[in-house]
C-alpha cells in the first residue's frame, strides 16, 4: 500500500503547494541528490543512499519510504522498516537495526516503526517539512497498529560539550532546555520521547559516536 498526503507549507506569507508520498524507483536521484545536500561531510559520503538501498526500501516497506515535494520538487524523504522492540532490549547500533540502510531484516510483523533516515535540503528547512514527515510516519504507526515509532537521533552538538558532561548528563540539560542540540530539540519539537542514550550507534564525529533513542508512543495504547 502507498501513502499520498497533499497539503500546503507556508513560505513566509506565501502557501507552496506540498506533497508527501511514497518514494519509487523513478525518484531515486533525487533522493541520493537530497542525502548529498543534507549530509554534507564530516558525515561519512558512504553512509549516504545506494541505488540497491532504495530500491529495497520501495520493494519491502513501501509505506514507510516517503518524499516530500514542495511546487514539484524533490527536497526530503523518510525512511522505516519495522522491527519488534522491547525496552529492556540491548543496545544496538543503526547498522544492525537497519541492516546498513538495507532493511533486509524488515519483519511484517513487527511492533514498532523504527526510522532509518530523514532528511530536508537545507534551504528548504524553514518550512518545516521534517516535522511534516515525522507525522506523516506516526500516520502509518496509527495505519498498523504498532506500539511506537522509534529511532536513534544524532546529537552533533555534543562534541562541544563532552569535556564537561557525559551523554546522559548532556541529554537531560537539552530537555531541560539549557542546550539547544540541532537533532534532539527538533525531535523533541515533533514530539520524541528519549528512551535512553547509546553508545557506537553510528560513525559520526559530531555526536562522538552517540545517539539517544526517541520514541513516539501510538496514542491509541497498541
Not at 519510504?65 to 543496545?91: R, W
Amino acid at each position: 500500500m502507498s501513502y499520498k498526503k497533499e497539503f500546503f507549507v507556508f513560505d513566509g506569507t506565501k502557501p507552496r503547494k506540498t506533497i508527501i508520498r511514497s518514494y519509487k524507483h523513478d525518484d531515486f536521484d533525487d533522493l541520493i541528490r537530497v542525502q548529498k545536500e543534507s549530509f554534507p561531510p564530516p558525515f561519512p559520503s558512504e553512509l549516504w543512499w545506494n541505488e540497491t538501498q532504495l530500491a529495497n526500501h520501495v520493494e519491502l516497506f513501501p509505506e514507510g519510504a516517503l518524499c516530500i515535494e514542495v511546487d514539484d520538487h524533490i527536497c526530503g524523504s523518510m525512511t522505516g522498516l519495522l522491527v519488534n522492540y522491547e525496552p529492556s532490549d540491548p543496545d544496538h547500533s543503526w547498522e544492525d537495526i537497519t541492516n546498513n540502510g538495507y532493511i533486509r531484516n524488515h519483519n511484517p510483523d513487527g511492533n514498532t516503526l523504527y526510522v532509518v533516515d530523514i532528511c530536508v535540503s537545507p534551504a528548504y528547512r524553514k518550512l518545516g517539512l521534517g516535522k511534516w514527515l515525522m507525522f506523516s510516519m506516526y500516520d502509518v504507526v496509527v495505519h498498523k497498529h504498532l506500539k511506537r515509532l522509534l529511532g536513534g537521533g544524532r546529537v552533533p552538538s555534543y562534541h562541544k560539550f563532552s569535556d564537561k558532561l557525559s551523554i546522559e548528563e548532556y541529554v537531560n540539560e537539552v530537555i531541560k532546555g539549557t542546550i539547544q542540540d540541532p537533532v534532539m530539540t527538533f525531535l523533541l519539537r515533533c514530539g520524541r520521547t528519549p528512551v535512553k542514550a547509546v553508545e557506537n550507534y553510528l560513525e559520526d564525529e559530531e555526536s562522538l559516536n552517540h545517539a539517544v533513542l526517541m520514541e513516539w508512543k501510538n496514542p491509541f495504547g497498541n
